[in-house]
């Protein structure tokens, strides 16, 4: 417990921190609102998924340049930069809507610029902790950030529900620009270690093949990409897609079957988050992650074949402290064993191996759907072969059996 109040009196950390807070409700609001406008608004709801392709490609195809520019300059001006953008653009939302010009082509550029605003953001956020937070309290401070992320998921909807119940939309955009530019000035405040940003560059794309090849080069490093795109690839659409058809047909329930059953892997994440915050792993991590893989896929997996609410939520539940439980040791591990210098290029590079490939889960499983097979055939295939994935790895890379 004295470790953990350390963390919370690092002046650096806890600023962080807060502006984590304000950008993750932020978030979570405007997403909210932005999909309310497009669903209820325009009345264009089958449009909806332009939106979430326009902000979901650029973050993907710039994450690695978002990595290359966190190792050349102040990641506490990177992040800045980001939130004082979505400032502005919160309030050009607004002024779209006074003069009634804001549509469905403006929000997909809108989303756009937001998702290219990510792929620099995330990079540098998570490069910039290890500078601020001794090694000793990284494994608490990422689960500090990645709980509170999950809090944000949770809440930030429910906040936005009631900011448009009481507010209009332009005033709802202006509450959530006054919380970026209160993430802007918490950020600000933070004092980053000096480095020698000034040092002799090569170009981009050097630097980027350098990352990558430093990342391959690294046992833990190549382990963690390995393990990542398999797990992304084979369960996120199972998760995406698989959980909502399973509320409908095998609990034959409506929306709040389903809210039920996200808010119980939220519940998951946050439990799991809290867990780690007071008792952080130290050893075989690499086996713990792989471990822990193993048992999401059997869970989710069975998911498919429960027709008992109780169970589906208890189910989601621990399936929910699993994926905190093996994305915390992650980032911990990325943090401890990557070179400084080139921390951006690796964090953005393990992002995009497992990011890159969710939309091709996702669009796996639409075609196995369309092809009328069934979700209780599906999410067992997909899921237990990720599981299956996991343990010959295990047997296969040393590196996971015996790396801390």
Not at 127 to 146: G, T, Y
Not at 367 to 395: D, K, N, R, Y
């Amino acid at each position: 417990m004295t470790q953990v109040s350390s963390l919370f009196r690092n002046r650096n950390f806890l600023l962080l921190w807060f502006s984590s807070i304000f950008g993750n409700l932020a978030l979570a609001v405007a997403t909210l609102s932005e999909t309310w406008y497009v669903v209820k608004t325009l009345g264009v709801k089958e449009q909806l998924g332009f939106v979430m392709i326009a902000g979901s490609v650029p973050r993907i195809v710039l994450m690695a340049f978002g990595g290359v520019l966190a190792d050349r300059m102040k990641r506490t001006r990177i992040i800045r930069f980001s939130l004082t953008t979505r400032v502005f653009l919160m309030l050009a939302l607004v002024g779209l809507l006074y003069f009634n010009a804001l549509n469905i082509v403006t929000l997909t550029g809108f989303a756009f610029l937001y998702g290219a605003l990510d792929a620099f953001f995330w990079p540098a956020r998570d490069a910039l902790l290890p500078s601020v937070v001794p090694d000793l309290d990284l494994p608490r401070a990422n689960s500090v950030m990645l709980t509170t992320n999950q809090i944000g998921l949770v809440f930030g909807p429910v906040l936005g529900g009631a900011l448009l119940a009481l507010l209009s939309y332009e005033w709802v955009f202006v509450f959530t620009a006054i919380m970026l530019a209160a993430g802007t000035l918490c950020v600000a405040q933070v004092k980053e270690p000096p480095m020698d940003w000034h040092a002799a560059r090569k170009h981009v794309l050097a630097e980027l093949k350098e990352g990558v090849q430093y990342a391959l080069s690294s046992p833990v490093l190549r382990s963690l990409m390995i393990i990542y795109a398999i797990a992304n690839l084979l369960f996120m659409g199972p998760l995406a897609l698989g959980v909502p058809i399973v509320a409908a047909d095998n609990l034959h329930g409506n929306a709040a079957v389903l809210s039920y059953l996200q808010s119980a892997f939220a519940a998951g994440m946050v439990t799991g988050g809290f867990l780690l915050t007071i008792f952080p792993p130290r050893k075989k991590r690499l086996l713990m992650i792989a471990l822990v893989i193993v048992a999401e896929g059997v869970l989710l997996g069975s998911l498919s074949h429960v027709t008992w609410l109780a169970l589906a939520v208890c189910v989601q539940f621990l399936t929910g402290l699993g994926v905190v439980s093996n994305n915390v040791p992650m980032m911990s591990l990325i943090q401890q064993y990557a070179d400084r210098s080139k921390i951006g290029r690796v964090m953005s590079l393990n992002t995009m191996a497992s990011m890159g490939l969710s939309p091709l889960s996702y669009a796996m499983v639409t075609g196995l759907l369309s092809l009328h097979i069934g979700i209780g055939v599906i999410m067992p295939v997909f899921c237990l072969t990720m599981s299956a994935a996991m343990l010959l790895l295990i047997w296969g890379m040393p590196a996971i059996r015996q790396i801390d």
